[in-house]
């Protein structure tokens, strides 16, 4: 698949929004099939979810399914410019629309804002779309499909975050909340495009070489969220790290604030083995995350990209339900503990590391 990424819409795809009929069947390639009466080609598929990080990346297991059920369909996705270069590891996806809601609402009134919010609405309409898949749940991301040249699909009312973005939809389809973000994504996908799904989350991403590696084998701690709720205690992290640098491993800890890299290196001071270091951008941080010994984390988006490279990867919850965002979802390389007001000791962190590594085969 080519890749190319650009920056930006009136809409074709505002009719009234109705539950799909029921009865539904497959059909072969690019060809989906309601009923006897509804057949229509599928070409090319729009999908919208700009962002965060984790939810982009449990997203991503669509792509797969798509292919291997819809082969022949291009597959393009809008997202927020900082989140590009993780779609661009993917060779599934075709083409990558950029959008800057981020920075835009901090400079409204800015001509370049202007001129750059013109550029992303050229690109938007660029293409027309047989289908437009909204996996945000929110507003923003019904208004950006309904932006763009197709028919948009997502969730009904009481499946999303957010009822009243159904508003806007042509195709509504139920799905069950409560459950996992990649599962509720890929029965969405499935339902607007007519497959069975089977089989575990393919995620299929290439993270780019690591220019520089580490001189010894290291472990990623990724301590930082945007959320201070999800945060585990200093002190756990401390002894985290301690006990690491002690069997053998240099312990990075990445950052992306000011923040952050004080967090750092607090975590880090009088601990040998522990490296702060520079910040690092998304492809970097991927590379050193699917190269890691074992990756360590909160719940935040670093720790499920690690999860989803294939990196040996152990998540800490303390105010979020790994049932419905952890990553032992993406498969027997990870695994999660803790949960809302659970929070984990740094002993069972310890032991899961261990357990894991034990059942994982040597490379």
């Known amino acids: ?14 009719a009234p929004a109705s539950h799909p009929p029921a009865g539904r069947k497959q059909s072969a390639g690019g ?11 599928v070409s090319r598929v729009l999908i919208i979810r700009p962002s965060s990080l984790g939810d982009i990346v449990h997203a991503l297991p669509i792509v797969h399914d798509i292919q291997r059920h819809r082969p ?33 609402r901090h400079k409204v009134f800015d001509r370049t804002t202007w001129r750059e919010a013109a550029t992303f609405r050229r690109a938007l309409i660029r293409d027309r779309y047989d289908l437009v898949l909204d996996l945000q749940e929110q507003v923003k991301g019904a208004l950006l499909a309904w932006l763009a040249h197709g028919p948009v699909h997502g969730p009904d009312r ?8 159904s508003l806007t939809y042509r195709r509504r389809y139920r799905i069950d909340p ?17 497959y069975s799904l089977d089989g575990p989350p393919h995620f299929d991403l290439v993270p780019p070489p690591l220019v520089v590696a580490p001189e010894s084998p290291y472990a990623v701690f990724v301590h930082a969220s945007s959320r201070a709720d999800k945060l585990w205690p200093e002190a756990h992290w401390r002894a985290l790290i301690a006990h690491f640098t002690q069997a053998g491993l240099a312990v990075l800890l990445p950052w992306g604030s000011s923040d952050e ?18 910040r690092r951008e998304l492809p970097e941080i991927a590379a050193l995350l699917a190269r890691a010994e074992v990756v360590c984390g909160v719940d935040t988006g670093l720790v499920h990209l690690a999860a989803a490279l294939r990196a040996p990867t152990v998540a800490l919850f303390v105010a979020t339900d790994p049932r419905l965002a952890g990553v032992a979802r993406a498969g027997p390389h990870c695994r999660d503990l803790g949960g809302i007001g659970n929070v984990p000791t740094p002993r069972a962190v310890i032991a899961a590391v261990g357990a894991l590594l034990r059942t994982l085969p040597e490379c």
């Open 1 to 14: 698949m080519r890749h190319a990424t650009e920056g930006a819409a009136h809409s074709t795809c505002n």
């Open 31 to 41: 060809i989906v099939r309601r009923d006897p009466r509804e057949v229509y080609p």
């Open 72 to 104: 022949g369909i291009a597959v393009d996705w809008l997202a927020e410019e900082a989140f590009a270069p993780l779609l661009a590891m993917h060779r599934g996806v075709d083409r990558v629309i950029t959008v800057a809601l981020r920075r835009w």
């Open 158 to 165: 009481a499946s999303i975050r957010e009822p009243a973005a």
């Open 178 to 194: 409560a459950q996992h973000l990649i599962d509720r994504c890929r029965q969405l996908a499935a339902a607007a495009l007519g």
């Open 261 to 278: 890299a004080e967090r750092s290196s607090r975590l880090a001071e009088g601990i040998a083995g522990a490296v702060v270091g520079a």
